[in-house]
């Protein structure tokens, strides 16, 4: 499985980016796709993750600020982000994984969020 992420960018706060990524290779039609970041000195962390089926996860420091949504195109997936906060700062990580079989990571995209 490849991912291909982007969107990521330099940002103000408050402001919003868009994040996409789109998985091929051998996908199976049970996965959850989702985003990670791992700001500078800290270990990677959940940010939203969209199942199959539509369910989502959140983490608490995103809830109501950021949207995950799978995209017409199979296998892709999106994260919309409002009101970015510096914290928000690191690099985002798209992710894929299905029950009972490796998971897989994309190449990483800078946000940046200035204050």
């Known amino acids: 499985v490849q991912l291909q992420a982007s969107g990521g960018g330099l940002v103000q706060a408050g402001g919003s980016l868009r994040l996409s990524c789109a998985a091929s290779?051998?996908?199976?039609?049970?996965?959850?796709m989702g985003w990670y970041r791992q700001a500078p000195g800290k270990q990677r962390e959940l940010v939203a993750t969209?199942?199959?089926?539509?369910?989502?996860n959140y983490s608490d420091s995103v809830k109501g600020r950021f949207t995950i949504s799978r995209g017409n195109v199979k296998n892709t997936v999106y994260l919309q982000m409002n009101s970015l906060k510096p914290e928000g700062t690191a690099v985002y990580y798209c992710n894929y994984a299905s029950p009972g079989r490796n998971s897989y990571w994309g190449q990483g995209t800078q946000v940046t969020v200035s204050s």
């Open positions: 290779g051998n996908i199976f039609s049970i996965n959850v």
């Open positions: 969209v199942a199959s089926g539509g369910s989502t």
